[in-house]
């Protein structure tokens, strides 16, 4: 167990609508990581959080924002789903660094599917 | 753009053989290099990882990779699988700035 929640595990959303996906960071850790694993690939880093504020983005368009609280814990949010969004959506926390990526701990993901 | 490539996707061994899996990646900087694992149904977790200094870094339950800075690559071995061992296992790679890139991953399969 890494301490990492995710909410919900499954869900099945149709084109156009939005979903918000939910992580809980292990306890001492203030940054906060998404990613996006489609089938058969490996997990593609869609933006971090750090003390609340974006730290950095990967190659994903607006419609995937994100939010960090005060308790380090973190959505996830997509607007105007599309059949591609499909995807295991992982989040990771870690040791409070701010700015170089060490470790990861994973949760286990919440897995959308759009129909 | 950072990229990793992992040359199998699948490998089956039986238990008490050796495995390797390549792992090379594209940057010529300076590399912070991981091997994640998913056992079945379980999270991504780390296996090893590897900053700075010696190239031959050992993690848990046996597994060891070697950092070829010429080569770029990173290497995962062990030089006796067992049944346990069978997994998805992922390299990664952290340039600069905070994220990781992923390869595709490996699916090993060990036959007991």
């Known amino acids: 167990e890494t301490g990492v929640t995710q909410s919900p595990t499954h869900l099945i959303k149709t084109r156009g609508q939005q979903v918000t996906l939910r992580c809980s960071s292990q306890s001492g850790h203030n940054t906060v990581s998404w990613y996006q694993q489609a089938l058969g690939q490996g997990p593609q880093f869609i933006f971090q959080?750090?003390?609340?504020?974006?730290?950095g983005r990967g190659n994903f368009p607006p419609r995937f924002s994100g939010l960090q609280f005060p308790n380090y814990s973190s959505e996830l949010n997509v607007n105007a789903l599309e059949l591609d969004d499909s995807a295991l959506y992982l989040c990771a926390s870690s040791f409070p660094s701010g700015g170089t990526t060490g470790e990861l701990f994973f949760g286990e993901g919440s897995r959308l599917t759009v129909l | 753009a950072q990229s990793v490539s992992q040359h199998n996707h699948h490998v089956i061994l039986s238990e008490a053989a050796s495995l390797e899996l390549g792992c090379n990646y594209s940057?010529?900087?300076?590399?912070?290099l991981f091997w994640y694992v998913q056992y079945p149904g379980q999270h991504l977790q780390l296996l090893l990882k590897?900053?700075?200094?010696?190239?031959l870094v050992k993690g848990i339950k046996g597994f060891e990779a070697e950092f070829i800075k010429s080569k770029f690559s990173f290497n995962l071995r062990k030089p006796s699988v067992q049944w346990s061992d069978t997994a998805e296992y992922f390299c990664?790679?952290?340039?600069?700035?905070?994220?990781?890139?992923f390869g595709a991953g490996t699916i090993l399969r060990v036959k007991s």
């Open positions: 940057y010529g900087g300076t590399v912070n």
């Open positions: 590897y900053f700075s200094g010696d190239p």
């Open positions: 959080y750090y003390r609340e504020e974006e730290n």
């Open positions: 990664a790679v952290n340039a600069r700035g905070n994220k990781l890139v």
